[in-house]
T-cell receptor
Framework: DAGVIQSPRHEVTEMGQEVTLRCKPI?????LFWYRQTMMRGLELLIY????????DSGMPEDRFSAKMPNASFSTLKIQPSEPRDSAVYFC??????????????FGEGSRLTVL | AQRVTQPEKLLSVFKGAPVELKCNYS??????LFWYVQYSRQRLQLLLR??SRESIKGFTADLNKGETSFHLKKPFAQEEDSAMYYC???????????FGSGTRLQVQP
């Protein structure tokens, strides 16, 4: 397995544009997480899904952010409209049957977003 | 609400020196804590978990419930230990990990 796959790896856009980040979790994992990493705040949980259903989106900063998981092998995180303060590295991670047994999340390589 | 605090953004030591990366937490339940590491140009990955009481790459971490701490320690730092380290707490209710803000460890030759 190639692990969690994220695209794009890098995205530079202008303020006001729509941004879509994509994630393919590890096959068989039924939990998918979106995190945002910044220098000031470190890793913040934005939202997570279990069996394609959003479970907790309390970390989503505002209505400009939305996430979907239409099937077990694909998820998107969309920002519309984007703002400079959204600049960060966005990580997708997946795990199997929750985290209680091992606590192990498998992370993608991240999508580095720069909003000018 | 649960919280994980890593007070140091940067820790710089010389090769061979002892290392202690601090982590404090607040959580109302029985905590499950982890350390994750991100080496340069690599993915964030699990380093160790308190429940396993294991030593990975010479690192250990002891859960101290009295001090609500889970500091990561290594007696003799190596240059290859240079990385970003995150302490994480499992929120069993949310079934998700809450991470601290991270500490960058620099081991100088």
């Amino acid at each position: 397995d190639a692990g969690v796959i994220q695209s794009p790896r890098h995205e530079v856009t202008e303020m006001g544009q729509e941004v879509t980040l994509r994630c393919k979790p590890i096959s068989g994992h039924d939990y998918l997480f979106w995190y945002r990493q910044t220098m000031m705040r470190g890793l913040e949980l934005l939202i997570y899904f279990n069996n394609n259903v959003p479970i907790d989106d309390s970390g989503m900063p505002e209505d400009r952010f939305s996430a979907k998981m239409p099937n077990a092998s694909f998820s998107t995180l969309k920002i519309q409209p984007s703002e400079p303060r959204d600049s960060a590295v966005y990580f997708c991670a997946s795990s199997s049957t929750g985290l209680g047994d091992t606590g192990e999340l498998f992370f993608g390589e991240g999508s580095r977003l720069t909003v000018l | 609400a649960q919280r994980v605090t890593q007070p140091e953004k940067l820790l710089s030591v010389f090769k061979g020196a002892p290392v202690e990366l601090k982590c404090n937490y607040s959580y109302s339940g029985s905590p499950e804590l982890f350390w994750y590491v991100q080496y340069s140009r690599q993915r964030l990955q699990l380093l160790l978990r308190h429940i396993s009481r294991e030593s990975i790459k010479g690192f250990t971490a002891d859960l101290n419930k009295g001090e609500t701490s889970f500091h990561l320690k290594k007696p003799f730092a190596q240059e290859e230990d240079s990385a970003m380290y995150y302490c994480a707490l499992l929120d069993t209710g949310r079934r998700a990990l809450t991470f601290g803000s991270g500490t960058r460890l620099q081991v100088q030759p």
